[in-house]
């Protein structure tokens, strides 16, 4: 009998487990078959989505590798004449016709838009009609270029501020450089722009911001080149 009983015994936590085993695999067979009845009824809608992803990302590098990456090689191929010629100051000749059938940074940002390096012409004409006096032209170049990184941002703002300024637009001037003081921290840049901020907000009679911009440059940035003297500036105007 108590063979018998021992071979009747059974565990609870088997029995349950043994119900979820068969639960689960009644629940898998389910879905399989629901599964293969929504591909069916579905079939040429997923493939469709399928081919369309395939095509979308086979096109992405396509374009790419293809045909943007050497154009924008191309392109910085033709600009190096111009660079050259604008690290002489010929800001004339690179803007528009460096020579030796190179072409210049305004041709170059027209003909290999889209690219990285047709991007950077853009910002190169803006420098060379600023120099030029074109200040407009100057100013649709750098409004239509595209910044990025740790230091380009903050060119860019300080670009436009010294447009802005040789427009009399004091202003929109001013809103520029403390945009550039603020955009990205940079140790050269962001007194450089500060201690602009802080001349011209004197000059517009507003001396709450040129002294608050130059105490800045004196707490952060005291070893600077714009801090090295910017005391004397908080000196006069805590007089």
């Given at each position: 009998?108590?063979?018998?009983?021992?071979?009747?015994?059974?565990?609870?936590?088997?029995?349950?487990?043994?119900?979820?085993?068969?639960?689960?695999?009644?629940?898998?067979?389910?879905?399989?078959?629901?599964?293969?009845?929504?591909?069916?009824?579905?079939?040429?809608?997923?493939?469709?989505?399928?081919?369309?992803?395939?095509?979308?990302?086979?096109?992405?590098?396509?374009?790419?590798?293809?045909?943007?990456?050497?154009?924008?090689?191309?392109?910085l191929?033709?600009?190096?004449?111009?660079?050259?010629?604008?690290?002489?100051?010929?800001?004339?000749?690179?803007?528009?016709n460096?020579?030796?059938?190179?072409?210049?940074?305004?041709?170059?940002?027209?003909?290999?838009?889209?690219?990285?390096?047709?991007?950077?012409?853009?910002?190169?004409?803006?420098?060379?009609?600023?120099?030029?006096?074109?200040?407009?032209?100057?100013?649709?170049?750098?409004?239509?270029?595209?910044?990025?990184?740790n230091?380009m941002?903050?060119?860019?703002?300080?670009?436009?501020?010294?447009?802005?300024?040789?427009?009399?637009?004091?202003?929109?001037?001013?809103?520029?450089?403390k945009?550039?003081?603020?955009?990205?921290?940079?140790?050269?840049?962001?007194?450089?722009?500060?201690?602009?901020?802080?001349?011209?907000?004197?000059?517009?009679?507003?001396?709450?911001?040129?002294?608050?911009?130059?105490?800045?440059?004196?707490?952060?940035?005291?070893?600077s080149?714009?801090?090295?003297?910017?005391?004397?500036?908080?000196?006069a105007?805590?007089?």
């Open positions: 009998m108590a063979k018998g009983y021992r071979a009747s015994k059974v565990n609870p936590q088997n029995t349950v487990r043994g119900n979820q085993a068969d639960e689960t695999i009644i629940d898998l067979s389910e879905v399989k078959t629901s599964a293969e009845h929504y591909y069916g009824a579905h079939k040429n809608t997923i493939l469709g989505i399928a081919g369309g992803l395939i095509l979308l990302v086979g096109g992405y590098f396509a374009y790419k590798f293809l045909y943007s990456e050497p154009r924008n090689k191309e392109a191929e033709q600009m190096y004449q111009a660079e050259f010629l604008f690290e002489k100051d010929s800001f004339e000749m690179a803007l528009n460096p020579g030796a059938g190179f072409p210049g940074f305004k041709e170059i940002s027209e003909n290999y838009s889209g690219t990285d390096a047709g991007n950077l012409a853009k910002y190169y004409a803006a420098i060379c009609n600023l120099k030029l006096g074109n200040y407009q032209e100057a100013k649709d170049f750098i409004s239509s270029y595209k910044a990025s990184g230091i941002p903050i060119m860019k703002e300080g670009i436009t501020g010294d447009i802005q300024a040789e427009m009399n637009d004091f202003e929109g001037a001013r809103d520029s450089y945009k550039a003081s603020k955009v990205v921290e940079n140790d050269f840049l962001t007194p450089f722009y500060l201690k602009k901020l802080g001349l011209l907000s004197e000059k517009l009679g507003d001396n709450s911001t040129a002294l608050e911009a130059y105490k800045e440059i004196k707490n952060k940035y005291p070893e080149p714009d801090g090295n003297n910017i005391e004397k500036f908080i000196i105007l805590e007089k």
